[in-house]
């Protein structure tokens, strides 16, 4: 059976970027909980990291995308449920 999942922006551009979560997160200054937590919409990264992320990234986000990723969500991939 096939889940459809909603991936957030901020994971996308990492993985786009070949980045590991720890890499990005040391990169930014914050720890990889941190920043799985803004991946997962957990937690809302202050302005001032979300500017980080848009520099790591190389722009191919925006802060409005990090900021209210559930605005974003639109793209959906298949993933296998156990």
């Known amino acids: 059976m096939e889940k459809k999942i909603a991936i957030s922006p901020l994971k996308a551009a ?29 937690i809302t990264p202050t302005p001032a990291n979300a500017e980080k992320l848009v520099g790591a990234l190389g722009g191919r986000i925006s802060e409005m995308e990090i900021l209210y990723p559930r605005r974003f969500m639109t793209g959906e991939f298949s993933s296998k449920s156990h």
Do not use: P, T
């Open 14 to 42: 990492r993985k786009s970027q070949g980045l590991s979560q720890i890499e990005l997160a040391d990169y930014i200054g914050v720890s990889q909980a941190s920043l799985s937590d803004f991946e997962n919409c957990v």
